[in-house]
């Protein structure tokens, strides 16, 4: 099998630049790259003629501007560092450089087959706008598709290569993708270049595979996240409001909610936040119209003693609040206009066409409203905020299709619309502390990496397969789509883990939660849950805070059935298999073990079903209409072996700490991990080499039931057996 990432180099070679992917059945000649660079006044410079510089890159010239591209080998890929330089004798002012790689159609043609494209969301939680939707999509002759952040092309099963900006400190990165070419935008917002200076624009990354290029995602990810020194930690597990009750909460209903969490065995010791999401502040009363952030009517004593309350119980609180957003009636409007983010004209800039404004962070007297704000809610308790709407400061709203980049926006203290949105971010940071829990909503993507701690990557989930909002099928499609963000540049939060409107479409939604590996922020009424409900619900918290890969993602577009999660406690190791039916009729789901690289014979545990069988070929797991199969997948060996269990859906990832055979004495241990969640039962394989000693446990079918406590070690003990090895065991 040929590598995952392959090495990239780029060199000029005949006033060209040249894609080499160094594998066999894998090269590119040429991969032309041009630039293109517009001003404000509407004159436009295209340069594809390259000069060699002294490093390794190449620099392009026009009348009055310069182009020089530099790279380096970066984590298999290349860092491709951009700059502009003014050789006129007068100011101009820029709108967009756009860099276009080109030549990919060759790999179509010879594998006769029609490639994807990755299609990143600006803002990943607008449920209305396709601006806000993030998926894999084929990609057919004169077709165009926009990417944000970052782009990737591959054929359904490769080869593939993803170009992105690797460090957006500035400037917001635009991919278009077409079958032949990547074109990475920087929108300049009118930047002023003075004669003789030099401008440096965020690099880019550039790599390439020779299968659909997952792992090269991946790798994107992480250079993304070493560049801007990423937040990332144990994802929150906990209980918020607004998934299930929406902005019809109060005093009384909170307290109930986290009394109820105490009062459940199932889920006290797996909820470790409690949110109280949009409902309790003024903005709900009146006309929406108050900018002050004070609790409403409906939180007579204030958020305080609720904070207060939550805290006693060991749980931190959390609270929703949208800090940049103000509406057109508030105070601010009127007292201070200068703290708004201002267009062309000298206004004050409309958000998505409503009459809310802005609030410009950059401006001394907002940062300072915005600290107090921040610093009033830890003074409350709160360590938890979940900040919404943070769109409105970097737009293009995607819910204002006139609204664009070549809209200027003008801010007390920066240049660009990325400039002013992590200078806001960072007053908040500053506010909160470095110890506070930061999760961003509604926001663009790669702009916060380094100051939010939790990213939302889809749009609010609906309790249908498809809904009001999103409904969980849109929901699904983003968080398969935005995997390879989970533990590289920040923790994904993939939106409530809901009850939906049947059992099998709670399990669906259930495990692409478990499997995204981000924050599980369960939202129901903690009073009247079924008992199906609790236990399904708890069995998948906490989060394990590592992502499955969604092995067919460029090949069954945009809804992967397969994916993949390798998990290692101690010496043990086995492999989490999801399986989803999107469909509307229940499917038998067959996949080929070489096809998940699982080398046979193999325990397959079928997890919600509680059934075992050994395969060496082939798996065969029946799935309900929309719904899902969660499988764990370990190696068959001589010895007793764990298989499964029914108190975590990782299987051993949080009940232990390890597992152990001691073959001189028989005797298999399971250690309890601290985190271990709940009680409950672990089956055992007994191979023919060995046969059960202890009384205390009974063997079926050659499996051990052992039942466990929350803290207790076991130690069952097994006995060398006479007979023969059965076929489906190996050599002992």
């Given at each position: 099998m040929?590598?995952?990432?392959?090495?990239v180099?780029l060199?000029?070679?005949?006033g060209?630049?040249r894609l080499h992917?160094?594998t066999?059945?894998?090269g590119l000649e040429?991969c032309?790259?041009?630039?293109?660079?517009?001003?404000?006044?509407?004159?436009?410079?295209e340069?594809?003629?390259?000069q060699p510089t002294d490093?390794?890159?190449?620099v392009?010239?026009a009348?009055?501007?310069?182009?020089?591209?530099d790279?380096t080998?970066c984590?298999?890929g290349?860092?491709?560092?951009i700059?502009?330089?003014n050789?006129?004798?007068?100011?101009?002012f820029?709108?967009?450089?756009?860099?276009e790689?080109?030549?990919f159609?060759?790999?179509?043609?010879?594998r006769?087959?029609?490639?994807r494209?990755l299609r990143?969301?600006?803002?990943?939680?607008?449920?209305?706008?396709?601006t806000s939707?993030s998926?894999?999509?084929s990609l057919?002759?004169?077709e165009?598709?926009e990417?944000?952040?970052?782009g990737?092309?591959?054929g359904?099963?490769?080869?593939?290569v993803?170009?992105?900006?690797?460090?957006?400190?500035?400037f917001?990165?635009?991919?278009r993708?077409t079958?032949?070419?990547?074109?990475?935008?920087?929108p300049?917002?009118?930047?002023?270049?003075a004669?003789?200076?030099?401008?440096?624009?965020d690099?880019?990354w550039l790599?390439a595979t020779?299968?659909?290029?997952?792992?090269?995602?991946e790798?994107?990810?992480?250079?993304?996240?070493?560049a801007?020194?990423?937040?990332v930690?144990?994802?929150?597990?906990?209980?918020?409001?607004?998934?299930?009750w929406?902005?019809?909460i109060?005093?009384g209903?909170?307290r109930?909610?986290?009394?109820?969490?105490?009062g459940?065995?199932?889920l006290?010791r797996?909820?470790?936040?409690v949110q109280?999401?949009?409902?309790w502040?003024e903005l709900l009363?009146?006309?929406r119209?108050s900018?002050?952030?004070?609790?409403?009517?409906?939180?007579?004593?204030?958020?305080?003693?609720l904070a207060?309350?939550?805290?006693r119980?060991?749980?931190?609180?959390g609270?929703?609040v949208?800090p940049?957003?103000?509406?057109a009636?508030?105070?601010?409007?009127?007292?201070?206009?200068?703290?708004l983010?201002?267009?062309?004209?000298?206004?004050?800039?409309?958000?998505?066409?409503t009459?809310?404004?802005?609030l410009?962070p950059t401006?001394?007297?907002?940062a300072?409203?915005l600290?107090?704000?921040?610093?009033?809610?830890?003074d409350?308790?709160?360590?938890?905020?979940?900040?919404?709407?943070?769109?409105?400061l970097?737009?293009?709203?995607?819910?204002d299709?006139?609204?664009?980049?070549t809209?200027r926006?003008?801010?007390?203290?920066?240049?660009?619309?990325?400039?002013a949105?992590?200078?806001?971010?960072?007053?908040?940071?500053?506010?909160?502390?470095?110890?506070?829990?930061?999760?961003?909503?509604?926001?663009?993507?790669?702009?916060?990496?380094?100051?939010?701690?939790?990213?939302r990557?889809?749009?609010?989930?609906?309790?249908r397969?498809?809904g009001r909002l999103?409904?969980?099928?849109?929901?699904?499609?983003?968080?398969?789509?935005?995997?390879?963000?989970?533990?590289?540049?920040?923790?994904?939060?993939?939106?409530?883990?809901?009850?939906?409107?049947?059992?099998?479409?709670?399990?669906f939604w259930?495990?692409?939660?478990?499997?995204s590996?981000g924050s599980?922020?369960?939202?129901?009424?903690l009073?009247?849950l079924?008992?199906?409900a609790?236990?399904?619900l708890a069995?998948?918290?906490?989060p394990?805070?590592i992502?499955?890969?969604?092995?067919?993602l460029?090949?069954?577009?945009?809804?992967p059935r397969?994916?993949?999660l390798?998990l290692q406690?101690?010496?043990q190791?086995w492999?989490m298999?999801?399986l989803?039916?999107?469909?509307?009729?229940p499917?038998?789901?067959?996949?080929a073990a070489a096809?998940?690289?699982?080398?046979?014979?193999?325990?397959?545990?079928?997890?919600?079903r509680?059934?075992?069988?050994?395969?060496?070929t082939l798996?065969?797991v029946p799935?309900?209409?929309q719904?899902?199969?969660?499988?764990?997948?370990?190696?068959?060996?001589?010895?007793?072996?764990?298989?499964?269990?029914?108190?975590h859906?990782?299987q051993?990832?949080?009940?232990?700490?390890?597992?152990?055979?001691d073959a001189?004495?028989g005797?298999?241990?399971?250690m309890p991990?601290v985190?271990?969640p709940?009680?409950?039962?672990?089956w055992?394989?007994?191979?023919d080499?060995?046969?059960?000693?202890?009384?205390?446990?009974?063997?079926?079918?050659?499996?051990?039931?052992?039942?466990l406590g929350?803290?207790?070690?076991?130690v069952?003990?097994?006995?060398?057996?006479?007979?023969?090895?059965?076929?489906?065991e190996?050599a002992?």
């Open positions: 040929p590598p995952a990432l392959l090495p180099a060199r000029v070679e005949s060209t630049l992917c160094n066999v059945g894998l040429p032309v790259v041009r630039a293109a660079i517009e001003q404000v006044d509407g004159r436009r410079d340069l594809n003629r390259w490093g390794d890159g190449g392009a010239r009348d009055h501007i310069a182009v020089s591209l790279w080998r984590e298999d290349v860092r491709i560092a700059a502009l330089t050789t006129g004798s007068q100011t101009i820029l709108q967009q450089l756009a860099i790689f080109t030549g159609e060759a790999w179509w043609a010879a006769d087959v029609v490639p494209a990143m969301a600006y803002c990943g939680a607008h449920s209305r706008s396709q939707r998926y894999v999509t057919h002759a004169g165009s598709l990417s944000w952040w970052v990737a092309l591959s359904p099963t490769g080869p593939g993803v170009v992105g900006g690797m460090q957006p400190e500035r917001v990165t635009r991919i993708t079958r032949d070419a990547f074109t990475a935008e920087f300049l917002e009118g930047w002023a270049l004669a003789g200076t030099r401008l440096q624009v690099p880019l790599g020779a299968l659909a290029p997952l792992a090269a995602l790798q994107f990810a992480s250079v993304l996240g070493t801007m020194h990423a937040r930690d144990t994802p929150p597990s906990g209980w918020g409001s607004w998934g299930h929406l902005e019809r109060d005093a209903l909170m109930e909610m986290v009394h109820a969490i105490d459940s065995p199932a006290r797996v909820i470790d936040v109280i999401d949009d409902g502040s009363d009146s006309q119209v900018a002050s952030w004070r609790p409403n009517t409906r939180f007579p004593t204030g958020l305080a003693p207060a309350e939550v805290s119980t060991g749980r931190r609180c609270l929703w949208m940049f957003a103000v509406n009636g508030s105070s601010i409007v009127a007292a201070h206009p200068e703290w983010v201002r267009n062309d004209a000298g206004e004050p800039h409309r958000v998505g066409g009459d809310s404004y802005c410009d401006h001394p007297g907002a300072s409203w600290t107090e704000l921040l610093r009033g809610f830890r409350w308790g709160i360590d938890y905020v979940k900040l919404d709407f943070l769109r409105t970097l737009a293009p709203d995607p819910a299709t006139a609204d664009s980049f809209e926006r003008h801010y007390h203290g920066a240049r660009t619309r990325l400039e949105y992590r200078a806001g971010l960072r007053v908040i940071r500053a506010a909160v502390g470095d110890e506070a829990t930061i999760v961003a909503c509604s926001a663009p993507a790669a702009a916060g990496v380094g100051l939010v701690d939790c990213h990557v889809g749009p609010d989930i609906d309790k397969w498809t999103a409904g969980v099928r849109d929901a699904a499609r983003a968080v398969a789509t935005n995997w390879f963000w989970q533990g590289r540049t920040w923790v994904n939060d993939p939106d409530y883990l809901l009850i939906c409107e049947s059992e099998p479409l709670t399990r259930a495990t692409v939660v478990a499997l590996g599980m922020i369960l939202s129901a009424d009073s009247t079924e008992p199906w609790e236990t399904m069995f998948v918290m906490p394990v805070g992502a499955a890969r969604p092995l067919d460029f090949e069954h577009a945009p809804e397969r994916w993949l390798p406690r101690g010496k190791s492999t298999l999801g989803l039916n999107w469909g509307e009729r499917v038998t789901e067959r996949i096809d998940i690289d699982v080398a046979g014979p193999v325990h397959i545990w079928d997890v919600w509680q059934r075992h069988q050994i395969s060496e798996i065969t799935i309900e209409a719904s899902a199969a969660l499988l764990r997948i370990t190696p068959v060996t001589c010895e007793p072996t764990l298989v499964g269990t029914d108190m859906w990782a051993g990832w949080y009940e232990f700490e390890s597992v152990s055979f001189l004495t005797a298999l241990c399971l991990a985190t271990m709940r009680s409950g039962r672990a055992i394989w007994v191979p080499a060995w046969m059960l000693a202890d009384g205390s446990v009974t063997c079926e079918h050659k499996l051990v039931v052992v039942n929350a803290s207790d070690v076991a069952i003990h097994f006995t060398r057996s006479p007979h023969s090895q059965i076929s489906e190996p002992c």
